[in-house]
């Protein structure tokens, strides 16, 4: 007979193919199964404690995601972000941030028919009115050719009519639609009317014209439908341009064919038309302007000279002196502002001074003292902005609501969307989204707003003299026109575009797509002249050419990659200046390169460390200075391989001096450090030993520094691993955690906590069956000053804690489970809620009620009992007896397999009845099913709402001579 002892499970649990591996040294402190339980550092395998309910995502039906924030260690400055479709919610202290609720209310302030509510405190020519949110359809219409075509009455040849066939892309109601005259040779009285289709022809007219318009000038002109007709989606309607004059004549202008960018619904062959000119071909764009129920009004600020618009409403409350949380949209092109003014009196600013918000999402946290109070939205410019969405968050509540922003990314963008914080600022990137910013400026003031960078970056410059741009006008609003290429498409809009006239470089952002070969432009930094250059370059940034997958801070630069044109390019900004990227060749100017290698490779994630790390889809890169002692610099860059395992999209995780990341296929981590030894960077497997684990994949990961070093990986098929890791100790130990109530783990984050990293999922149950996605918190680990009564082993649980009671409310998010209970630290016996609480047997002061789960921990087999240079492994043996070492644990099961599991007592005489008995520290000695065997297999199983702590393992082994 033997006596080995198992004194740590520091290598967790370890894939099946090294069950024969008696010759590594870690086998020995390894496990075939280590679920819901933590390798510790120190040794001990503890069971993992439960998870608290937090709330129910917005929107159970939809993916949400998790990301951390933190301004600074402090918990009180630390946030979880919840994002959702088009949202975000907050996390802090292990609780949603709410708002309270109020009876203050905003009138209309979604603007959906009017602006009534809301006065005009316009001064000077300036105004308020309301102004319907488009969603604008571009169609074309055919010619004969590339060449100006005649509309009017003053020849024969000359169209009375000019007609589109159109497809409307949403259901809703005709606005306005527009033209573009490039010549005029007598006005004309121009209007438009919606037809139904008839075979390919105009049928009949829906509902009535448009008001009548003068064209006696070149420009845009825009036909107003003052009772707009109603369209339905996925149904063909001509759109009918008419003069309704005898006399009169413009020239509308054919531009180039535009091709399959066209091709649905939208370039559809024009057939006779009522004065007899006949099919056409070529294409003229109109924009036809569709109001739908899902965008509906906006309060417009019309803005004129030095004038201000501005339009304010009275609010009154009984909840003077409570905070109220005031939310907009501001909607305008990028570098509008409005400003807003809440005062105790109207035109007053005594509650928030005039504060400027840009176009994006906010929110504003104020404190009224009087009733009412007044909110005014000003603008100062000369042109028009909008605002729309104004509501104050817990208006005629019954009870204080989550606070939230809403945000440009759908449920689809999520997985995608990566974060970087400097300070209050959170920079957002996404390959299909514009970058945006986040603002804090308090709890529940925040801003959302698309990042107007001053300039920059660009694509190559044009090379080719025979492709120029040419700019109409040297600064305003304006057009720029290609000749000899086609550089322009739809999604240009917000692109910047740069050209050179005799060394002064003019900017201008895209504001308007006309066709593949015309733009329309606001002129950010005026143009040397208005002629044709061939020096010109286009924004790297567009829906065309794809954004930034990721971004960090390094050096003082705002350092940005992964466009899907230029995917392995690094564009660092300003130093100091993180949204300018104006091209220059000083040592502070921004700086851009290609990372070197074979393969254009996606940029993945990146990490300041001492270098730039960087991962892509086929390695990892270091970026440095030429000298590696220097500072990054337009001319003092390198770009210098890593390794060449290849990134996941997944953001990688710096732990000390290493950067943990994902392969590519998804299912290894991997460890990036740098090698004195070999003076360069290694990525060893970090789930070699463990490569059975995550086959399914892995889709989010987070690391908690407090209290173990744990990296918490959630895998695709919902399950939850912990991967304890303490390099410089050799602790490397995975573990496996599968949710109470088969919960479905899809994100985690971590923030800092209390006491500890705060661990938050987001767990998705089937409850009562019906699909709910919860917000869960880890609890606190058990710890040494934990109270017995305050043993937390249940999920997606909660607490009550007051006077003696028996019957427990407010679960309501676990309807119709059966729940473990755990009241006065005594094991009481299961329940199922229903109405949303559960009864007692007996009153409790302090009850924990959640679903349960099972801890297993199964240790390797042992190799002990042969003689000296031989194995016992395969021998026949048997364990009689197993001496369990504990620290401050109560119940577990042990046995040999499942079907032998026998409950370990911990009752004695001297403790009084009708209490759980005390906590355990110390050595319990079980006995085994006598049994002889090839294995000498420990099953230890804890699956009551108690702690276990198994710090060493002492079997009684007696190994065959056979």
Not at 71 to 97: I, N, P
Not at 145 to 173: C, M, Q, Y
Not at 337 to 348: A, F, Y
Not at 761 to 785: H, M, P, S
Request: glycine letters at 8%; aromatic letters at 8%.
């Amino acid at each position: 007979m033997v006596n080995p002892i198992k004194t740590n499970f520091t290598a967790g649990i370890l894939d099946p193919r090294l069950f024969g591996r008696t010759d590594l040294s870690w086998y020995y402190n390894g496990c075939e199964e280590l679920q819901n339980m933590i390798a510790l550092p120190h040794g001990p395998a503890i069971r993992r404690v439960g998870t608290r309910h937090i709330a129910e995502v917005k929107d159970s039906a939809s993916f949400h995601r998790l990301q951390p924030f933190e301004f600074s260690k402090e918990v009180t400055q630390a946030y979880g972000f919840v994002f959702g479709d088009k949202s975000l919610r907050l996390l802090r202290e292990r609780a949603e941030v709410v708002v309270e609720a109020t009876d203050a209310a905003i009138s209309n302030g979604t603007f959906d028919n009017d602006i009534t509510g809301w006065d005009d405190r316009s001064n000077g020519s300036a105004a308020i009115e309301h102004n319907l949110d488009l969603a604008a359809s571009v169609d074309t219409l055919q010619f004969a050719g590339t060449f100006i075509r005649n509309w009017g009455d003053a020849a024969a040849a000359d169209r009375k009519h000019v007609a589109l066939k159109f497809t409307a892309p949403e259901s809703g109601t005709v606005v306005n639609a527009s033209i573009a005259v490039v010549g005029v040779t007598a006005a004309i009285t121009a209007e438009a009317a919606i037809y139904t289709d008839n075979a390919g022809s105009p049928g009949s007219i829906v509902g009535t014209a448009s008001d009548t318009l003068v064209i006696g000038t070149t420009g845009t002109f825009t036909l107003v439908f003052s009772t707009p007709p109603a369209v339905t989606g996925a149904t063909d309607y001509w759109i009918v341009f008419s003069d309704t004059l005898t006399t009169g004549n413009v020239n509308v202008s054919a531009c180039a064919d535009q091709g399959s960018a066209f091709a649905t619904g939208r370039n559809d062959t024009i057939t006779s038309i009522t004065d007899g000119s006949g099919p056409t071909t070529g294409d003229l764009r109109v924009k036809i302007n569709i109001a739908t129920a899902a965008t509906n009004g906006r309060l417009a600020l019309v803005g004129a000279g030095s004038s201000v618009a501005a339009a304010e409403q009275d609010v009154t409350t009984t909840n003077t002196g409570q905070s109220h949380v005031l939310t907009f949209r501001v909607l305008g092109a990028l570098g509008d502002t409005v400003t807003l003014r809440i005062g105790n009196t109207s035109e007053g600013d005594q509650v928030l001074t005039e504060t400027e918000f840009a176009v994006g999402t906010h929110s504003v946290a104020f404190t009224p003292q009087m009733s009412p109070f007044y909110i005014q939205f000003r603008n100062a410019q000369n042109k028009t902005v909008a605002v729309d969405d104004v509501t104050l968050l817990g208006s005629g509540a019954g009870a204080a609501v989550p606070f939230e922003l809403a945000t440009p990314y759908e449920t689809a963008d999520l997985p995608r969307l990566k974060l970087n914080q400097t300070f209050d600022v959170v920079y957002l990137f996404h390959p299909q989204r514009p970058q945006h910013k986040l603002l804090r400026f308090g709890d529940t003031s925040w801003s959302m707003v698309q990042i107007d960078f001053t300039d920059g970056p660009y694509l190559p410059e044009n090379v080719d003299e025979t492709k120029t741009l040419r700019p109409l006008a040297t600064s305003g609003e304006t057009t720029v026109e290609a000749v000899g290429h086609m550089p322009f498409a739809s999604t240009d809009v917000d692109r910047l575009i740069r050209i050179n006239h005799s060394g002064t470089w003019g900017v201008a952002r895209v504001t308007e797509f006309i066709s593949a070969t015309e733009v329309r432009v606001t002129v950010l930094t005026n143009f040397g002249a208005a002629t044709a250059q061939a020096a010109w370059r286009l924004g790297l940034w567009s829906e065309t050419s794809g954004f930034s997958t990721h971004g960090t801070i390094h050096e003082e630069r705002l350092v940005q990659g992964g466009a899907a044109v230029a995917p392995d390019r690094i564009d660092g900004s300003k130093i100091g200046a993180f949204e300018d990227y104006t091209p220059g060749t000083e040592d502070d100017d921004p700086l851009s390169r290609s990372l070197a290698g074979n393969q254009a490779n996606n940029i993945l994630w990146m990490i300041s460390a001492e270098a730039l790390l960087i991962g892509t889809l086929g390695r990892e890169v270091r970026l440095v200075a030429d000298d590696q002692q220097s500072a990054l610099t337009p001319s003092n860059s390198r770009a210098r391989k890593a390794t060449t395992r290849g990134s996941a999209d997944i953001l990688a995780v710096e732990v000390g001096d290493a950067v943990l990341f994902v392969q590519r296929q998804g299912r290894t981590v991997r460890e990036l450090a740098f090698n004195l030894e070999s003076d360069g960077f290694r990525a060893p497997s970090m789930t070699r030993r463990a490569q059975h684990l995550p086959l399914s994949g892995i889709r989010d990961m987070a690391y908690q520094q407090e209290p173990w070093s744990v990296l918490w990986v959630v895998l695709n098929s919902g399950d939850l691993l912990g991967f304890t890791y303490v390099r410089e100790e050799e602790v490397l130990a995975w573990h496996l955690h599968k949710l109470g109530g088969n919960g479905v783990v899809e994100a985690v984050t971590t923030i800092p906590g209390t006491a500890q990293d705060d661990v938050y999922l987001i767990v998705r149950r089937t409850i009562n069956g019906q699909t709910r996605r919860y917000i869960e918190v880890l609890e606190n680990e058990f710890e040494a000053d934990t109270a017995q009564e305050d043993a937390f082993f249940v999920d997606s649980g909660l607490t009550y804690d007051g006077a003696p009671a028996t019957t427990i409310s407010g679960l309501d998010h676990l309807e119709g489970e059966t729940v473990q209970i755990l009241a006065d630290g005594a094991v009481h016996p299961d329940r199922t809620v229903s109405g949303g609480q559960i009864v007692l047997r007996s009153a409790a002061s302090k009850v924990h009620v959640g679903l349960g789960y099972q801890s297993r921990l199964k240790p390797v087999r042992f190799d002990a009992g042969a003689s000296p240079g031989s194995s016992a492994q395969g021998r026949k043996q048997r364990v009689s007896s197993v001496v369990v070492r504990l620290n401050r644990s109560l119940g577990f099961k042990i046995g040999r397999d499942d079907a032998s599991l026998n409950e370990a007592f911990f009752r004695s005489t001297d403790d009084p009845m009708g209490k759980a008995p005390p906590l355990f520290t110390g050595d319990k000695e079980q006995a085994m099913p006598s049994k002889w065997d090839r294995a000498n297999d420990i099953l230890i199983v804890q699956d009551a709402p108690l702690p276990l702590e198994v710090v060493a393992l002492m079997p009684q082994i007696t190994v065959s001579e056979d």
